[in-house]
């Protein structure tokens, strides 16, 4: 690994060439914090795929491309005079350091979620009128659940046994089903939406990342059916010519070798 000089130096280095591709070329001159918004995003996702299929010289990459987005961010904002890279790492270390005074001060804790009530409670005393003011609004619906559900947890409003989530999980289902039967498309969705949160809940406690665990079922999914589509094509088939049993040989093919 690099000594901390050398990453200091790679850090100067892509400070330089931000200073130079501003001054210079034209597509870098035009951008702006709501220009590169979307790409940013884009470029988070690249990321987190990067990282569920453990590509560690992916991962690499991506963060290459994220630290660019950064130190972009702060050159624009230091040409307004607002704030400069400097400005964004102190901020950052300011806030880790008050945060964790378990260790930059003379708080004892015992353990992961001790830390995490503590987090929670500075957060308050910092002018926050509420624990879930942190959790972004255009976070995407199940990954904005699973953090105000870590959010509240973090103050003691929470199930204290797996179990009695289940239970949750099992009384939703029956209402949804009650509202099936019903046929009550605006009350169907609103159940279907308390069993998705009981579910997230419920993968809280069993230690489960629901973004994740949903994304490997995607990457499943897809492996599934483009070798499904794959033998349709050596067969010179299309699958809408083929009976849903004879896709059922080539799926269960599929279930063994992904």
């Excluded at 001060?105 to 003011?133: A, M, T």
């Excluded at 953090?147 to 046994?161: C, H, L, S, T």
């Excluded at 159940?191 to 230690?207: P, Q």
């Excluded at 009976?243 to 269960?252: G, I, P, R, S, Y």
Aim: aromatic fraction near 8%.
């Amino acid at each position: 690994m690099n000594s901390r000089s050398k990453q200091l130096q790679a850090v100067d280095r892509l400070l330089t060439i931000m200073d130079e591709l501003r001054e210079q070329c034209p597509w870098d001159k035009k951008q702006t914090l709501q220009t590169l918004r979307h790409l940013t995003i884009e470029e988070t996702y690249e990321l987190g795929d990067a990282i569920l299929d453990n590509d560690l010289p992916e991962v690499k990459k991506e963060l290459g491309d994220l630290l660019l987005h950064i130190v972009f961010y702060a050159k624009i904002g230091s040409e307004t005079n607002d704030f400069d890279i400097a400005d964004v790492a102190n901020e950052i270390c300011d806030k880790l350091i008050h945060r964790h005074p378990h260790i930059y001060g003379d708080v004892e804790v015992k353990d992961e979620e001790e830390v995490k009530r503590n987090w929670e409670k500075l957060k308050l005393k910092e002018g926050k009128k509420s624990v879930l003011e942190g959790v972004p609004k255009s976070l995407p619906a199940l990954v904005k659940a699973s953090r105000i559900q870590d959010k509240v947890a973090g103050v003691g409003f929470d199930w204290e046994e797996p179990q009695q989530v289940f239970e949750k999980v099992q009384e939703e289902l029956a209402e949804l089903q009650v509202e099936v039967n019903e046929a009550n498309q605006d009350k169907m969705e609103a159940e279907f939406g308390d069993v998705l949160f009981s579910m997230i809940n419920y993968a809280r406690f069993l230690k489960i990342n629901p973004e994740d665990a949903l994304e490997r079922t995607n990457k499943k999914f897809i492996k599934r059916f483009q070798y499904l589509e794959s033998k349709a094509k050596g067969m010179g088939k299309s699958l809408e010519d083929m009976t849903l049993a004879e896709m059922d040989v080539f799926w269960n093919q599929a279930k063994k070798e992904n």
